[in-house]
């Protein structure tokens, strides 16, 4: 096994592997090691498809050494959030009622990695159908955050995060509904973003919330985050909300400076319930902007504190719809013992989803329901559309906004089940993003007293992602130039 590979990020390798110096068997013989050494640790995958990407890496091998490179990423292992659609691969959602589930075909997405030639190594561990911000929902038992085991990855992406943070995949695909990119990425010391509503196909993505749900990169690093996004956008007829981006030079973007650019410190973020390290990392890395010649001054932000209500109203609305196909009858689970239609559908679901799963459906049948529509689904709409006035206003003086991806830093293991509401209020400043369609990346600047990964948050206006990276770029490499960053 080539142990150069642990050292290098994945444009790092994907050059090496253009120039000869390492094969693609080796790096996928490496990345199905490194799961095999630290996965019954970590508990990041769910399928890990050794053969099929073996057979790959011959192939993309063969394309390579025939001079037919097909992307800066090519012969690169990845992993894909086990909601994503896989063709003949299982996708369970980490649920038991899609426990052995073959899609027969690919998503947008993973589509697009193939083409790329990247190589798929298997699926990642997630809250049950993207409900946690844990990863310790899953039907299959949690995934554990590599910085410190007893606590958690973050969810609900919190497998992909892991997985990419115990260096098992340099890259990985998540899906973001309120935050479930960029908070586990903020736990667990690695770099994810949640592209603008639209950019990325949601074709093959098995939904949540349909006007909220967005799949986007994770990696160690902010240029192999852009230059995988770079693969990911476009449009797909397939997907009536995707749109074909204009401004899609995200890897120049990221090497780019802020020299002139405007940059706002929402002051609601900033007060108290915020960990104190997040605090003080944040605002160090606010002072390196400001150093690197952008403007940094802190706003206010109204709002905010009616995010995190309207957001599990509407994403709890539409779930309730988007989960009831799932009723034992086309596929997937269907109960063993049942009297007659109405109670096989009853069994089915009542045994096929796990308790946060459930508690979500009701709660959006219940926002649904005669003599409650208006007075909180409606309600929540408005409050929805008020909340992106003021991220429009914001973004009339700012070209972008910094703030804490999470109050804290990684919780203990279980601690935050036993309080659904506390699990709840670790997005408060995540799911603005998701209720804006705006764009939000995380990444890392420091550590706690006790060594737990800091994520800062970067938000732009909708198609900003190319500033989003400018900035995200020159923070790391200045953190990185002070060795303060983790990663």
Known sequence: MNTAIDKMSALSLAAAIRNGEIKVREACA????????????????????????????????????????????????????????????????????????????????????????????????????????????????ATRNPAAPDHVPGGSSGGSCAAVA??????????????????????????????????????????????????????????????????????????????A?????????????????????PEACFGEGLHPDIRESIYHAADLLRSAGAAVEPFKLDLVDYSIPAYYIIACAEASSNLERFDGVKYGYRSESYTDL????????????????RRRIMLGSFVLSSGYYDAYYLKALRVKARIREEFTRAFSEYDLILSPAAPDTAPLLGSSLKDPLKMYLSDIFTVSANLCGIPGISVPVGTDQRGLPI???????????????????TCERLLEAEGRAVG
Request: proline letters at 4%; charged letters at 25%; hydrophobic letters at 35%.
């Open 30 to 141: 490496y990345s199905i090691q490194k799961i095999r050494e630290e996965d019954p640790k970590i508990h990041a995958f769910l399928t890990v498809s050794e053969e099929e990407a073996m057979k790959t890496a011959e192939l993309v091998q063969a394309r390579i050494d025939a001079g037919e490179v097909r992307s800066p990423l090519a012969g690169v292992p990845i992993a894909v959030k086990d909601n994503i659609c896989t063709k003949d691969m299982r996708t369970t959602c980490a649920s038991r009622i899609l426990e052995n589930f073959r899609p027969a075909y690919d998503a947008d997405a993973v589509e697009r990695l193939r083409a790329a030639d990247l190589i798929l190594i298997g699926k990642t561990n997630m809250d049950e159908f993207a409900m946690g911000s844990t990863t310790e929902t899953s039907y299959f038992g």
């Open 166 to 243: 115990a260096g098992m995949v340099p890259l990985a695909l998540g899906s973001d509904t309120g935050g479930s990119i960029r908070q586990p990425s903020a736990y667990c010391g690695v770099t994810g973003i949640k592209p603008t509503y639209g950019a990325v196909s949601r074709y093959g993505l098995i939904a949540y919330g349909s006007s909220l749900d967005q799949i986007g990169p994770v990696a160690g690093n902010v240029q192999d985050c852009a230059a995988l996004l770079e693969i990911l956008t476009g449009k797909d007829e397939r997907d009536s909300t995707s749109v």
């Open 245 to 265: 981006l204009s401004h899609t030079a995200f890897s120049a973007s990221a090497q780019r400076g802020v020299e002139g650019m405007r940059i706002g410190l």
């Open 342 to 357: 109405q109670d096989m559908y009853c069994r089915t679901r009542s045994e096929g989803f796990g308790p946060e799963v």
């Open 455 to 473: 994520g800062m948050q970067i938000l732009g206006d909708c198609f900003r992602e190319e500033q989003i990276f400018s900035a995200a770029g």
